[in-house]
């Protein structure tokens, strides 16, 4: 069992910069496979994959180049960096995790997840 918590969402104007963190409790992040996902009205998508082993990472085209993933073990917490920011990446976003025994092995669609946040509002807007 592990809680997960999202925070640093908010309001940032097209171009800018924005941190989200994914604070964990209950289980070291270190044996979970993780991801970032957000909603805007609609369907869930992923926006970044993370391996167990911290290493292997995977983004889709949408935000590839702009999104960056990451974990701190010694904090128990991931990251998504986010960097030229567009209002359509306006959404709640949402942090997820997958206990595995696959070092390398990272999960794009939802259904793989066992484990989510409760989610953190990102405004894109001038």
Not at 22 to 45: D, H, L, N, T, Y
Not at 48 to 60: C, D, H, L, N, Q
Not at 76 to 102: F, S
Request: hydrophobic share 35%.
């Amino acid at each position: 069992q592990v809680q997960l918590v999202e925070s640093g969402g908010g309001l940032v104007q097209p171009g800018g910069s924005l941190t989200l963190s994914c604070a964990a409790s209950g289980r070291s992040i270190g044996v979970f496979a993780m991801g970032w996902f957000r909603q805007a009205p609609g369907k869930r998508e992923i926006v970044a994959a993370i391996t167990r082993s911290g290493i292997g990472t995977y983004y889709p085209n949408s935000v590839l180049g702009r999104f960056t993933i990451s974990r701190d073990i010694a904090k128990n917490t991931m990251y998504l960096h986010m960097n030229n920011l567009k209002p359509e990446d306006t959404a709640v976003y949402y942090c997820a995790a997958r206990m595995t025994d696959y070092r390398e092995e990272y999960y794009k669609p939802e259904s793989e997840y066992d484990y989510w946040g409760q989610g953190t509002q990102v405004t894109v807007s001038s």
